[in-house]
């Protein structure tokens, strides 16, 4: 299964090692149905790799190193967005008919659901970590500094906007260390930072 998008790109599970070994493959080679049904809303298909010209080097190589004919690759998506493919494949050629193709549709229509599900409660269980860990660090500057929630909060952005990197590697870093980053002046390099105790 090749996931897409923001989130991460690459297989979040597969049946065997030869199944990851041949998604390996296609992000190797940059081809393969799994790309393919990304970018389209049908299935994409193949009954004989091996005659077979749309992946010119991925197909050769499923036929010959690992003795694959057939696929089948359904496009998981949710009402607006691809969110990965799942991926069917055979030893022979001509494996999978028309039931086969069906019974996918359906397979591939229960794990988009399941898939999009599990992608919002990890989406939904960051942003809670991320605005405990901020508010963590507003909590801190207020009580170090007399600051009011708007002014650590001020601070924390002109740190994050100076120094190149985001909220909340600036809010984790004043919580895990008790150091604030300059807020004014950026690092001359990657490895010169001002710190301030907070």
Known sequence: MLMSGDVRRGSICSTDE???????LQYDLGEGPCFDALQ??????SNDLERDSRWSTWGPAMV????????LSYRLATRHDAIGALNLYAADAGAFDHE????????AAHTSVVLAATLKEEQ????LESRTVIGQATGRLIERFGLDADQ???VMRRISQNHN?????????????????DPWT???????????EA
Not at 40 to 45: F, G, I, L, M, N
Not at 186 to 196: C, F, L, M, N
């Open 18 to 24: 030869v199944s990851a070994l041949i998604e390996r």
């Open 40 to 45: 389209s809303e049908d299935t994409v298909s």
């Open 64 to 71: 010959s190193r690992i003795g694959m004919r057939s696929v």
């Open 100 to 107: 086969d193709m069906f019974e996918g549709q359906v397979l």
């Open 124 to 127: 939904l269980h960051r942003a």
């Open 152 to 154: 650590a909060f001020a």
């Open 165 to 181: 990197i985001k909220l909340y590697a600036v809010a984790q870093h004043l919580v895990e260390t008790g150091v604030l980053l």
């Open 186 to 196: 950026a690092p001359k390099d990657e490895g010169d930072s001002h710190t301030a």
